[in-house]
Antibody, heavy 122, light 107 residues
Framework: QIQLVQSGAEVKKPGASVKVSCKASGYTFINYGFSWVRQAPGQGLEWMGW????????NYAQNLQGRVTMTTDTSTSTAYMDLRSLRSDDTAVYFC???????????????WGQGTLVTVSS | DIQMTQSPSSLSASVGDRVTITCRAS??????LNWYQQNPGKAPKLLIYAASNLQSEVPSRFSGGGSGTDFTLTISSLQPEDFATYYC?????????FGGGTKVDVK
């Protein structure tokens, strides 16, 4: 069965970096991309960006440009999200989602990781 | 960026009720609209893609409709496991954006 398994919770100080992993199984990794979505405590969902697992092309949310890097490792079927210069308002649960394009052109996230809590605190 | 506005932000309902949630886009997005369900402490789950297509293994009591700027998610007969928060999301253009969510709780 298709699974996305994320790395464990992190506690970081302001200014530090965090790297969250998302290991995929149960399907051909390079046939799909990933989006990363975060959710601050008690808040809604915020899209952070997208990466193609096939060619590594990325598209980041403008408000995170320069602080976020998304990568994939096809040898281990793992996607990574690296966020730098952490601030307190980066405290959130970070999700990876498998991106699927349909014939109509719609893009949706059909499988999700379990989420990784990143806490930024001095 | 395309703004997605959901209404209501919360609603109270009983098992067996018919529930409808609305999502409005700030510009036309054709049918590039998805719906997700999220339970507390869990990841979102895809329910509906391309406005009206039921994701595999999602119960048929869920349905979606609309095009352009106005969309609906309907639960025909609310079940105990349906008390959750629901989000719409547009994929017409980058950045992908989500509605603010609709929390469905017990009346």
């Amino acid at each position: 069965q298709i699974q996305l398994v994320q790395s464990g919770a992190e506690v970081k100080k302001p200014g530090a970096s965090v790297k969250v992993s998302c290991k995929a199984s149960g399907y051909t990794f390079i046939n799909y991309g990933f989006s990363w979505v975060r959710q601050a405590p008690g808040q809604g969902l915020e899209w952070m960006g997208w990466i193609s697992a096939y060619h590594g092309n990325t598209n980041y949310a403008q408000n995170l440009q320069g602080r976020v890097t998304m990568t994939t490792d096809t040898s281990t079927s793992t996607a990574y999200m690296d966020l730098r210069s952490l601030r307190s308002d980066d405290t959130a649960v970070y999700f990876c989602g498998r991106g699927t394009y349909y014939g109509s052109g719609t893009y949706s996230l059909d499988y999700w990781g379990q989420g990784t809590l990143v806490t930024v605190s001095s | 960026d395309i703004q997605m506005t959901q209404s209501p932000s919360s609603l109270s309902a009983s098992v067996g009720d018919r529930v409808t949630i609305t999502c409005r886009a700030s510009q036309s997005i054709s049918t590039y609209l998805n719906w997700y369900q999220q339970n507390p402490g869990k990841a979102p789950k895809l329910l509906i893609y391309a406005a009206s297509n039921l994701q595999s293994e999602v119960p048929s009591r869920f349905s979606g409709g609309g095009s352009g700027t106005d969309f609906t998610l309907t639960i025909s007969s609310l079940q105990p496991e349906d008390f959750a928060t629901y989000y719409c999301q547009q994929s017409y253009s980058s950045p992908l954006t989500f509605g603010g969510g609709t929390k469905v709780d017990v009346k």
